[in-house]
């Protein structure tokens, strides 16, 4: 069932011209969907990349252990200026796509392994992946369609034999 649904789909993909086609590229997709966090420094106001920082535990002297009842704080530096900022007194930023996102490019579809759990996971998996790449598809057929499509040409109505021809006689009673 599932090898005819990947048939159909990448049938339906072949037969849209090059420049229209969904790419099936797992390593693209993935570099165009990832999320990027980023970290704003308190001092200079320098967006940090969250792969950029490391963030560690800094013991507070006595007074603010005291006040907050902490014994360690969470701190990163930034990477332009170098100062210790507070974790919890950091803005995050977090970027991610809106849906519906049409890339034009889809991750390759999932393998069935053995066991019983791959199974029921690769039913979701699958199933995920077709409406997906179905989308995709429908978002290129659409885009092939409204860039082909003669929008206002009205020259073409008149070539097209719109009427019922009694030819040889035997029309419509």
């Not at 990832?34 to 420094?41: A, I, R």
């Not at 974790?87 to 579809?109: A, H, M």
């Not at 077709?130 to 409204?146: G, I, Y």
């Amino acid at each position: 069932m599932y090898n005819l649904m990947h048939g159909s789909l990448a049938g339906i993909n072949a037969l849209l011209p090059l420049e229209y086609q969904v790419i099936i590229s797992t390593s693209e997709y993935e570099q165009l969907v990832k999320t990027e966090v980023t970290y704003l420094c308190y001092y200079c106001e320098v967006q940090n990349d969250k792969q950029d920082i490391e963030i560690f535990d800094l013991q507070p002297n006595s007074i603010q252990t005291l006040v907050h009842g902490k014994m360690l704080n969470k701190v990163w530096n930034c990477t332009k200026c170098q100062r210790i900022n507070m974790l919890n007194k950091t803005s995050i930023s977090q970027t991610v796509l809106q849906n519906p996102t049409f890339l034009g490019i889809v991750p390759e579809p999932p393998t069935r392994r053995n066991g019983l759990m791959d199974k029921l996971k690769f039913n979701i998996e699958i199933e995920r992946w077709a409406w997906l790449c179905l989308s995709e598809l429908e978002f290129k057929m659409a885009k092939f369609r409204d860039d082909n499509w003669n929008k206002g040409d009205d020259e073409l109505i008149g070539e097209i034999d719109t009427s019922l021809d009694d030819k040889e006689g035997g029309g419509i009673a």
